[in-house]
């Protein structure tokens, strides 16, 4: 089956205490995303990978880090989240920036 | 950079009635994204439309490049189509910043038995 897989699904940390959410895809897509969704402003991008060791910022890149070290996986790190880091996230994957994209099922992260 | 505007942003209607949901964009764009997203987060793509008009089930998406414009529809709503649905746009990197889909803040429907 076709799938985009995030974890965990939700977590709560504390400021500071870096994370890792991973994201996989196992349609062999060229190109994967970060995105944060909040109440009142929508889907904006984090960062984005075209291939293997291609990343770039998206529009709201200040706090992330990300590494794109195999075609599958994607993982979103922050070395130090902040209570405006609270929000839903979800990793996506398509062919092409152009082209149908697959979902993970969202993170929400709660920093406090 | 792209400006996706939806309307409605909410939408309450009777089962059975005929749904429409509208998108306006601000610059020239090679696709467009309809997409759902239920209660619980899951967001998944409904649609991928350049010109023309699609049809899957029930809904239905007509996109008018000339007018930047495109709208979803649903016949015969059911409660089960109860989500936020989600328009997106690519209009191709533009040497700076993001290069990916821009999101409208999505249309919130309620469909009541």
């Known amino acids: ?27 062999n897509h060229e190109y994967m995303s970060w995105y944060r ?3 009142g402003l929508g889907l904006r991008q984090i960062y984005y990978s075209m291939n293997v060791e291609v990343t770039d910022k998206g529009d709201v890149p200040e706090g992330y880090k990300v590494s794109r ?3 599958r996986n994607f993982p979103l790190i922050l070395e130090s989240p902040s209570p405006n880091q609270t929000s839903l996230y979800f990793c996506a994957s398509s062919l092409t920036p152009s082209g149908e994209a697959f ?6 992260l709660t920093v406090v | 950079k792209n400006e ?22 601000s610059v020239g764009i090679s696709a467009l994204h309809w997409l ?38 649903i016949t015969a709503s059911h ?17 700076g910043g993001a290069d990916g889909l821009t999101f409208g803040k999505g249309t919130h429907l309620i469909i009541q038995p």
């Open chain 1, 103 to 108: 979902f993970g099922q969202g993170t929400r």
């Open chain 2, 79 to 95: 409660p089960r189509d109860s989500a936020v649905y989600i328009c997106a746009v690519y209009d191709g990197f533009s040497g």
């Open chain 1, 69 to 71: 070290k195999e075609k």
């Open chain 2, 4 to 25: 996706v505007e939806q309307s409605p942003q909410n939408l309450t209607a009777q089962e059975g009635e005929f749904i429409t949901i509208n998108c306006s964009y």
């Open chain 1, 1 to 27: 089956e076709a799938q985009v897989t995030q974890n965990p699904r939700y977590l709560i940390t504390v400021t500071g205490k870096k994370l890792t959410v991973t994201c996989s895809q196992n349609m």
């Open chain 1, 37 to 39: 969704q909040d109440p």
């Open chain 2, 36 to 73: 759902q997203q239920h209660p619980g987060g899951g967001i998944v793509s409904l649609f991928m439309l350049s010109s023309g008009k699609k049809k899957h089930g029930r809904l239905i998406a007509t996109i008018n490049i000339q007018e930047k414009h495109s709208s979803l529809h």
